[in-house]
């Protein structure tokens, strides 16, 4: 940890919003964050010539990329070591595309981290929340060298295609928050691109000094982590009563929906609108919307205030119910679990704070829910 | 990792799971705007399966203005942003509708880009 002891000061990340040091840490560790893989070609595919035994490329993958930017390094590894001269020339890297192991193709537009997270919880073996902590294996990944498919693919397989539906979902994600695109339009082109650029280099300041001005921070007033403690007090406190600083307005805690998007093993993802704070005035949890959006998965638990305990609802219950009560021992009695960014969310977390600070580099917050192994 | 690592699932959870993962057989009401020279469409409002990706949206616009797969043609959400083809169209419905519409506006430039 203490190599992050330098973002302590403020000094290098500006924006219109004044950014707690606690949040600048967290979102430094989501974006410092890697996953190992084990890109391997496709043996049919392989040139003659090819030295065989070595076609496999290890890389610690930053979270925040996406797979077309790894193609320069993996061209470069392939020609030094494994293909000969003739073969070289002859591949293009627009040919190029990846599977993994059961043959599901890999989007060019999803962040790697959350093809990694993804593909943890709809892979049975390691679905289990505790194995997770140390799961340590690369994602083992098949490139091809020919015939992308480009209509599975749904997109040019280059990196500049990759860019436009970069700046497609960070505006999509604006536009959730606000109800408008104003704050990404109203930078120049040549910031927007800046911030596209950080992805590429992996260069956290590169990004943030555009990114600050458009992914909302929270407000040093408020509590930046939710401590399992301070609930109570938070509950009690509506947020007018914070004495609203003048940029509060535009912090996490004020969007008008937080861009959550929720992936299922396997299966659909979800989205919705996620408003920060619960009519009551208190935080929306991770719990409560898990709760809300996926019941079966995540039963709502029977309020203390309520006489008669109520089975969990199919869909959706009214507004008017009381919140639920999160705690560590809830998320374990569960039958599924909330990884974000690789990590074991707490139900308790709360949507603005995790929009904030554990938020992808396309402004948008990945949940992937997996299912325990170890329920009774 | 033990043997219990590797054990399935609780079938109560599998369920569960498959109930989420069953096609919505919603339909929803999608309105076609046109920017700019592009061609209007005589019938503006169509209801489409609202499990489909926002790819089938773009391939069925693509189909009634009779244009080929080279033909260029941008669509863009509420006239600020282009969402990924394989979005659920439920998905942005529900973030994104006007009056129980999405609005997809299209056009044959990049406008928003």
New interface residues.
């Given amino acids: 940890m203490s190599a992050y002891g330098t973002t302590r000061h403020q000094s290098t990340v500006t924006g219109p919003y004044t950014t707690p040091a606690s949040t600048i840490l967290f979102r430094r560790l989501s974006w410092e964050g890697t996953v190992p893989l084990e890109i391997r070609v496709d043996s049919k595919e392989l040139p003659d010539n090819s030295d065989r035994g070595l076609e496999c490329y290890y890389i610690q993958a930053p979270r925040v990329a996406y797979l077309p930017l790894l193609l320069p390094s993996i061209k470069n590894y392939l020609m030094d070591v494994v293909f000969d001269e003739t073969a070289g020339k002859t591949l293009k890297e627009e040919d190029w595309w990846f599977e993994n192991e059961d043959g599901t193709l890999l989007k060019w537009h999803w962040p790697i981290g959350l093809i990694y997270d993804n593909h943890t919880i709809s892979s049975k073996s390691l679905s289990n929340a505790a194995a997770l902590a140390d799961a340590t294996a690369p994602l083992r990944i098949i490139m091809h060298l020919a015939s992308p498919p480009a209509d599975k693919l749904l997109m040019q397989p280059n990196p500049e295609a990759c860019k436009q539906a970069f700046m497609g979902q960070m505006k999509e994600a604006d536009f959730i928050r606000w109800g408008n695109t104003k704050r990404m339009t109203s930078i120049r082109k040549q910031e927007q691109d800046g911030m596209w650029e950080g992805v590429k280099d992996h260069n956290f300041d590169e990004y943030w000094r555009v990114a600050s001005k458009i992914i909302p921070t929270t407000s040093p007033v408020r509590p930046q982590s939710p401590p399992p403690s301070s609930s109570v007090s938070m509950h009690t406190r509506p947020p007018s009563a914070d004495g609203a600083l003048p940029s509060d307005k535009d912090g996490a805690y004020n969007v008008r929906s937080v861009p959550v998007r929720i992936y299922l093993p396997d299966g659909p993802v979800l989205q919705d609108l996620v408003p920060p704070l619960l009519e009551d005035g208190s935080p929306h949890t991770l719990s409560r919307y898990l709760s809300h959006l996926i019941p079966l998965l995540f039963p709502p638990k029977p309020s203390t205030t309520t006489t008669a305990a109520r089975p969990p609802l199919p869909a959706s219950f009214p507004g008017g119910r009381p919140s639920t009560t999160p705690s560590a021992s809830d998320a374990r009695s569960s039958m599924a679990f909330a990884l974000i960014q690789g990590v074991l969310a707490p139900g308790e977390s709360e949507m603005a704070w995790l929009g904030a600070c554990l938020t992808g580099a396309d402004g948008w917050l990945n949940v992937c829910v997996g299912l325990r192994t170890d329920h009774r | ?1 033990t043997a ?7 079938t ?6 498959q ?3 069953q096609k919505d057989p919603l339909k929803v009401v999608v309105l076609f705007k046109a920017i700019g020279n592009a061609p209007i469409l005589k019938q503006k409002f169509y209801k489409i399966t609202a499990a489909n990706r926002f ?1 089938a949206v773009i391939q069925f616009l693509r189909r009634e203005l009779g244009y080929k797969p080279g033909d260029p043609l941008f669509t863009y ?2 006239n ?9 169209v439920i ?1 942005l419905y ?3 509708s006007t009056n129980d519409h999405l609005i997809v506006c299209y056009s044959t430039t990049a406008a ?2």
């Avoid at chain 2, 219990?4 to 609780?10: T, V």
């Avoid at chain 2, 600020?80 to 659920?88: I, K, V």
């Fill in positions: 990792m219990a690592d590797l054990a399935d699932p609780p109560e959870a599998l369920a569960a799971l109930t989420y993962k790819q959400i509420n600020a942003f282009s969402p990924a083809p394989d979005d659920p998905n529900k973030s994104f928003w880009g």
